[in-house]
Structures are given as C-alpha cells and as structure tokens.
C-alpha cells in the first residue's frame, strides 16, 4: 500500500546540521558526565548488537544543547538524524509519512514532545515498541513494517506526558545546570573559536555573568567579540584583560547569572517585601502569570534565588541584586 507523503520538511544528513561551533563528539561535549557515560555505553552496544539504540528521552528548558546531543549520538553511530519539531506534526498522515521515511537505524528527533496530539502518540506506541504503522481504510487495519530506529524526544514539560508514553523510553535524562567550572569551559571555548586572547582569571569572571545555559554563554561571547571589534580603535588586538572586563561590565550592563530586565524587576519587587502574591507580581510588571512561570522564575529557581508555592514568591538571596 502507498503511504501518502506531507510536504512537512525534515532535516536529513548530519552534514547538514553540524557546524563548527557544535561538538561533534561526547568527549568534546562539556556537561552532563553522567548522561554521556550511559550514552557511551548505549552506543558501543548497539554498534557490537548491529540493532537500534533504544529510545531516548531529554527533559530540560530550551538552549540546552538537546538538539547537539542527538546530533552527536547520530555522528557516533554514523547514522542519519531527521529532525523535526511537534508542533508540525499535525495530523496521523504525517508522522506516518516521516516514519516511512526512516532507513535502517536512522535518528528521528522530535522536539517539543508535549505538542504532539494524543491520536498521533497512539501511532508511535506502535512504531517505536513494534516497529510498523496500521493505517484505517474503509474500516480496515493495514499493517506497514517500518525500518527500526531510534526516537529522540525533548520536552521542557515532562509533567505533561502520559506515564504509558514515558515508559516506552529506555533511557530517559532530565539534563542538569552547568556548574561555574563548566560554563568558564563553554565561554573558553567560545573565546578561542572567536580569536579572542583573554586572561584565565578575567574569563572565570566573566562566565559568572552569564546564564548557566550554553546558547547563553554564547551570546555572551558574541557580545564580548563585537565589544572589542568596535573597541580596535582603542586596542590593537582582541585581548581580554581586568581593564577591558570592567568596560564590559559597564556598557553591557552584565550582572551576576546573566538576569535580564525583566527579572531584576521581579527581584526588586520581591526585594522590599517578604511575600508577594503572584498575581499582584503579575499585575505590577504588566505581564501574565504564564510569563512569570516560564520565562522568568526557571532560572531563579535554579540558582535557588527564590521560593514559589502555587500563591506567593518569596526572596531568598538578597547579595545577588
């Protein structure tokens, strides 16, 4: 039977999606010891099985390297990786078609999980457990074998998926903040890949200002490299010393974690009182409650700046605003 194809476009070859400003390997991957040891293991089993690896799943907030994850799990096991996001998966023939697109082994990572409708869930129950798709025709179920593969999914609302979903992951990693160790390595890394020369202590204090989040720690790198382009009247080369951090201090505005606008507001409001009310927070900075939850408090929560019950937040760490 002829499976009907979307015009949904996924991303194929790693060629295409690795660049060099993403690790292309788990040892050059800095962070989460823990979860490349286990990944290693997987890897080097399914190389000696000749099978597919087992289902992956990763839960954490966006810009966590997830996406370069996957990609390096791809390069390791020389396979494909197709990548496409939920939210484009809209109806049963779509998910069936990119599943039939799969060649023997291949990576389909999937981001934003928790968009994906329950219907088009029912039909990757079957496909990663059974490795085939039943498609209904005039009220009868056609089975498609399917080449077997390795599902990839990420979530930053892992409360959202069903246990029974869940469960069909062999491996599921919730992904950890970088220590300040690891994000001086990241913003090393950034540094050198942008011709900057700097001194170690400067770039150990530097990396305190950034959020504990690699695509942050790069923007804060792109924001260094143009500082001291525009700076070369000044300068004759891109050298990062105590002089040139504390310019940057200065005219970036940098501040311990990297906090943004927004959330030194919401800090000097919680500053003065002991408890606020979220909806009074909310009312104040002149946003949602829902723009409070996901964009600003993750971060502060991480660092344990603050504590939050369903009502009230309150100020646990007065020395960082």
Avoid: C
């Amino acid at each position: 039977m002829k499976v009907v194809k979307t015009d949904i476009e996924i991303e194929q070859n790693n060629d295409k999606l690795v660049n060099n400003e993403r690790p292309l390997s788990l040892e050059d991957f800095i962070w989460q010891e823990d979860v490349k040891n286990i990944l290693k293991s997987a890897i080097i089993s399914s190389i000696k099985r000749q099978d597919s690896l087992g289902h992956i799943l990763f839960s954490w907030d966006s810009g966590f390297w997830k996406t370069t994850l996957s990609m390096i799990i791809s390069n390791n096991l020389w396979k494909n990786i197709k990548i496409v996001t939920a939210y484009a998966i809209d109806k049963p023939a779509d998910i069936i078609s990119i599943l039939n697109q799969l060649e023997e082994w291949d990576i389909l990572f999937i981001d934003e999980l928790h968009r994906l409708k329950p219907k088009i869930e029912e039909i990757l129950y079957i496909a990663m457990e059974d490795f085939r798709v039943d498609i209904v025709m005039q009220d009868e179920t056609t089975s498609i074998p399917i080449n077997k593969f390795t599902l990839i999914w990420a979530t930053n609302k892992l409360e959202s998926l069903s246990d029974a979903f869940k469960n069909r992951f062999v491996y599921k990693f919730h992904l950890k903040s970088y220590t300040d160790k690891e994000k001086e390595k990241i913003l090393e890394k950034y540094l050198k890949e942008f011709w900057i020369e700097y001194e170690k202590n400067v770039a150990k204090k530097l990396a305190s200002k950034s959020l504990p989040v690699p695509r942050e720690i790069k923007n804060l790198a792109i924001k260094v490299r143009d500082y001291l382009i525009a700076s070369w009247f000044k300068e004759s080369s891109m050298f990062l010393d105590e002089e040139i951090y504390q310019e940057l201090l200065n005219n970036l505005k940098l501040n311990d974690y990297g906090f943004s606008d927004l959330q030194k507001r919401y800090l000097e409001l919680l500053k003065d009182d002991q408890i606020i009310w979220l909806n009074t927070i909310a009312s104040i900075l002149n946003v949602s409650e829902k723009v409070i939850e996901k964009d600003i408090e993750p971060l502060l929560l991480n660092v344990w700046i603050i504590e939050k019950t369903k009502k009230w937040r309150k100020l646990l760490k007065l020395d960082l605003i």
